[in-house]
């Protein structure tokens, strides 16, 4: 019921004839609530939602009087209520998302109430985008034998969907092979304004995927959340955050010539990660902000998560209205998003004086160098001439200090990969039919391509692992073996793209080449991208280089880079080289690109194109030729790099309204793979026997009441981690390893090698995941120095064995268990089983010096304490090795930031208290908690109200 609240609603003129009411902020502010127009911009979006809002219950007048008086520099204890205008899932995420829908309603069922009750209340959007795995590349087959693959591996999952599109009425999938999430978003899904009940009101959202910020390129609140956060906010239950610092950051002069977006993002993520801008609103100001196209901008707030900030926010400006044209969006609907952010005084981009922020930080455009980050964080950035000496550094570094801890002799060691010594009719026959010369046929395209040309059911036959003919191939350290231009940060930006093109045609023009050996790919964010590189004539130099459309999805940043070839991963792995992957992409963590690469380059697009040509990390790209043209004269970096004035020139391609309109008008048109894709129907799924999808344990025995929490005693360590412990490595996403326990469950169920696909796609079975919770090849428990795997002791008895095999012999003697971190535990992506995870392997807490925001919120959305360390005190400090006992007291009476005790029983009966810190935030996340997470709460409320 639309109320009056504060003398707020007012009328607007929406566009010529049209009129709308909107809650006014201006009126809020003459009203003497609060100094409305000094807040930070991005803070009045979300005061706008708490006002529109208001019902004196879940949003009180105390909410909207707070609020609109915040301070920059206040404690932050107040929490705020945000209802979001939509949310948008990827595939990933959403599945599992989904699962717990369609358990919640067999639950309702179970109980004889009306399953109908579990209904997302707000406009949900999932896009199928990370899916879609580089099995084939470098040949211009590559698209649709790989979608091919994707549908065979997730024909389960994608029924499951469909099944979900036709249960819930405000669930709608966009398909795959249409594009990344965040662009999908960004282009089409994105509206700038809503229209409801005669209300005009903002976008705002949130999604399942922590690069959700790239939305706030276009003046639209939101950021990633966890899947179980995200249901929450489906079913009604409002958004609680506390309310954040905000940190202005002034961006001021220009970028030089031959500077790119991308180094732009990088020295931003570098700069604001030193700053410790961690759970803040980050809002950019000033005339360098100004001066930034909307992919730019984008660009910036993809990243958000990367420098630790919830948000990094660009108000609406006349570059935005330029965008929305440009992308194909509905004249009235333009002038109603440009009308209302006028009359709400939220037009323009704010210069320095005109906003109250918590602090202040600068940036001067001009300074800004082009760069490469890596080989492990996005925020460890190394300018471009120093990425050699930064490579040979680390290379005999000892591993406590990132390094690689090798013998610096082993550098210039070269390693022979085997020939196969195959004649192969099969690949001279698959060129003829591809019209291609056999010579381009790189490796990867030669895999029993003609079966699957003339023969799409021989699919399910086909191997993965290839081999290389024509002689063997040496590989060195330092070497690259994967060059991907992929990610929504950077394919987005058709500046960075043009630029890639421009430097691939101005290269093959002068002869140069990618080795074999070198697996290239281009997957783009939309289909767009492809539009105007083709327009442009600038594809068929990027496919010259390898660089061919591999996929429209999320596919290396993600770990679906697919696999190396045979010979090229048995070389690597035998020898244990440290070689390299150079990628387009946001996320560099160990493991996450491909479990065999060891060093993991973000670089801007054109410089993923230099160093695929260059084939080393261990060359200069600034003092060291690329290659060599065809009279043998030395080519450099410079020669190709192409001039502002060239990518301008083309930018036109790029915004092209009508290309937008098309492309987006209707997604399943020529698109028989996801047409033919058949599903069940009704209210509640029937949960057939799959490997993909299973009805999770998380309301097992599920009643009214919660049951009453247990004291944590005599609790055993599952595992200590150090510093920076990703939830890539809690829950990896990519492939599952024959021989780790996920593997071994799936080998049992008579699940093929071949047929693993990745722990990303098997998100919808709690069976595999659980298993692959702490099983990243890479992650380090300090209990076993030395040692990488998910492995541990099980205690008093000193075995080692998996984590997962110590932790269900735990739960079978009837003993809780802990987890220790270090500094930004759970940094990464917005990954729902490294909670869910966590919580099935029987871990009552999770004690760290910091937890990354949204790691930390999934933690007690499953009932998981998350608990911090206090002043210096540390897991080295005070000395636990993992063969003590805890108890944790204090617990009888939760309230949000107490202190709780940790005791410390030591093998020689010694014993020790500390104090640590609940980072149960709020007074809702202990009402989440008490329930036993966020789902029973939801449910419980749902089912009461029903009830009554």
Not at 610 to 627: F, N
Not at 677 to 699: H, K
Not at 771 to 780: C, D, P, W
Not at 818 to 823: K, M, Q
């Amino acid at each position: 019921m639309i109320q009056n609240s504060f003398s707020t609603l007012k009328e607007i003129p929406l566009s010529p004839g049209k009129h709308a009411r909107y809650y006014s902020l201006p009126a809020l502010e003459a009203s003497g609530v609060g100094t409305v127009s000094r807040l930070p911009v991005s803070i009045r979006i979300v005061l706008e939602s708490v006002l529109r809002n208001y019902d004196g219950k879940k949003i009180t007048e105390a909410h909207v009087r707070r609020l609109a008086n915040w301070q920059p520099n206040a404690p932050r204890v107040d929490e705020i209520p945000f209802v979001v205008s939509r949310i948008v899932l990827q595939d990933f995420t959403g599945v599992p998302l989904l699962v717990d829908l369609a358990a919640m309603r067999s639950v309702a069922k179970r109980m004889e109430r009306n399953p109908k009750l579990i209904e997302p209340l707000v406009p949900v959007d999932l896009v199928v985008d990370h899916s879609v795995q580089v099995d084939y590349y470098g040949n211009s087959e590559a698209l649709r034998l790989n979608m091919e693959m994707e549908f065979r591996r997730n024909s389960e999952r994608y029924q499951f969907i469909k099944w979900g599109m036709q249960a819930f009425d405000t669930f709608k999938v966009v398909p795959p092979g249409i594009g990344i999430v965040h662009q999908v978003n960004l282009e089409y899904l994105a509206r700038g304004v809503y229209q409801k009940d005669g209300l005009v009101y903002p976008d705002t959202l949130v999604g399942t995927d922590s690069h959700t910020t790239m939305i706030n390129a276009i003046g639209v609140v939101g950021w990633g959340v966890g899947g179980i956060e995200a249901e929450a906010g489906m079913l009604g239950q409002p958004v609680y955050f506390l309310t954040p610092d905000v940190v202005g950051v002034n961006l001021t002069g220009r970028l030089r010539s031959g500077v790119t977006a991308t180094d732009l993002v990088l020295t931003v993520t570098e700069m604001l990660r030193k700053s410790h801008v961690v759970g803040t609103f980050v809002e950019f100001f000033g005339e360098g902000t100004a001066s930034l196209t909307v992919p730019d901008r984008a660009t910036i707030a993809n990243m958000a998560p990367e420098y630790g900030a919830t948000m990094g926010f660009f108000p609406v400006d006349d570059r935005t209205i330029e965008y929305f044209r440009g992308t194909g969006r509905d004249e009235d609907e333009i002038a109603a998003f440009q009308s209302y952010f006028k009359a709400q005084e939220l037009y323009g981009i704010p210069f320095k004086g005109q906003i109250d922020y918590s602090r202040e930080l600068e940036l001067d455009l001009g300074t800004v160098s082009p760069s490469l980050a890596g080989p492990r964080r996005p925020q460890d950035r190394i300018e471009l001439a120093d990425v050699k000496s930064r490579f040979i550094e680390l290379f005999s570094k000892p591993v406590p200090q990132s390094g690689y801890g090798r013998n610096v002799t082993d550098l210039n060691q070269r390693y022979s990969v085997r020939d196969c010594n195959e004649s192969s009719a099969a690949s001279e026959s698959v060129a003829s039919s591809l019209n291609q010369d056999k010579a381009t046929v790189r490796p990867g395209a030669e895999r029993n391509i003609t079966e699957m040309v003339n023969n799409r059911p021989i699919l399910d036959q086909v191997e993965t692992p290839v081999c290389f003919k024509n002689g063997p191939v040496d590989l060195g350290h330092g070497d690259v073996l994967i060059a991907a231009i992929t990610s929504c940060t950077n394919t987005s930006n058709p500046s960075v793209l043009l630029a890639a093109g421009l430097l691939a045609k101005k290269a093959v023009e002068k002869g140069l080449t990618v080795k074999r050996h070198i697996k290239t790919s281009l997957a783009p964010g939309s289909r767009v991208v492809t539009e105007y590189l083709s327009a442009t004539g600038l594809m068929p130099y990027l496919e010259k280089l390898g660089f061919d459309l591999a996929g429209y999805g999320c596919t290396t940043c993600i770990g679906n880079s697919g696999p190396l070839s045979e010979p090229i991963e048995e070389a690597v792995v035998a020898n244990d080289m440290v070689c390299a992957a150079v990628l387009s992409g946001n996320r560099n963590f160990e493991a996450r690109i491909h479990p065999s690469i060891r060093a993991n380059f973000l670089a801007s697009p054109p410089l993923v194109v230099a160093y695929a040509i260059a084939g080393s990390m261990r060359k200069d790209l600034t003092a060291e030729p690329l290659g060599f043209d065809q009279g043998g004269s030395p080519v450099w970096l410079s020669d190709i790099w192409p001039s502002e004035e060239e990518i301008q020139g083309l930018m036109k391609f790029a915004a092209n309204a009508e290309t937008f309109r098309r492309l987006y008008s209707n997604l399943t048109k020529d698109h028989p793979l996801w047409n033919e894709v058949s599903s069940v129907a009704g209210e509640v799924y029937n949960w057939p026997t799959s490997t993909y999808i299973a009805e999770p344990p998380f309301f097992q025995d599920f009643s009214m009441r919660p049951a009453q929490l247990r004291a944590i005693v005599n609790a055993r360590v599952l595992g200590i981690f150090g510093d920076s412990v990703t939830t890539d490595h809690i829950s990896p996403a990519g492939a599952i390893k024959e021989t780790s326990p996920a593997g071994q469950y799936l080998l049992a169920h008579g699940v093929s090698k071949s047929d693993f696909n990745s722990y990303g796609a098997r998100r919808g079975n709690h069976e595999v995941m659980m298993r692959g919770t702490f099983a990243n090849v890479r992650i380090k428990n300090l209990m076993i120095p030395g040692s990488e795997g998910g492995i541990t002791m099980h205690q008093p008895d000193g075995e080692q064995m998996s984590i997962y095999d110590a932790a269900m012999k735990y739960i079978a003697e009837g003993v809780t268990t802990l987890v220790f971190g270090g500094e930004e535990y759970g940094t990464g992506s917005s990954r729902d089983w490294a909670a869910k995870g966590t919580q099935l392997l029987g871990v009552k807490a999770v004690i760290t010096r910091s937890f990354e925001r949204i790691h930390r919120s999934n933690l007690v959305g499953m009932g998981v304490m998350p608990l911090q360390f206090k002043g210096d005190d540390s897991v080295q400090s005070l000395g636990i090795k993992g063969d003590e006992q805890f108890d944790l007291l204090g617990l009888e009476a939760i309230r949000p930031q107490q202190n709780v005790t940790l005791v410390i029983r030591n093998p020689d009966g010694s014993r020790r208290e500390i104090e640590l810190l609940c980072r149960i935030d709020t007074a809702i996340e202990v009402d989440y908690y008490l329930h036993g997470g966020i789902l029973p709460y939801v449910l419980r409320e749902l089912m009461s109200v029903n009830q009554n």
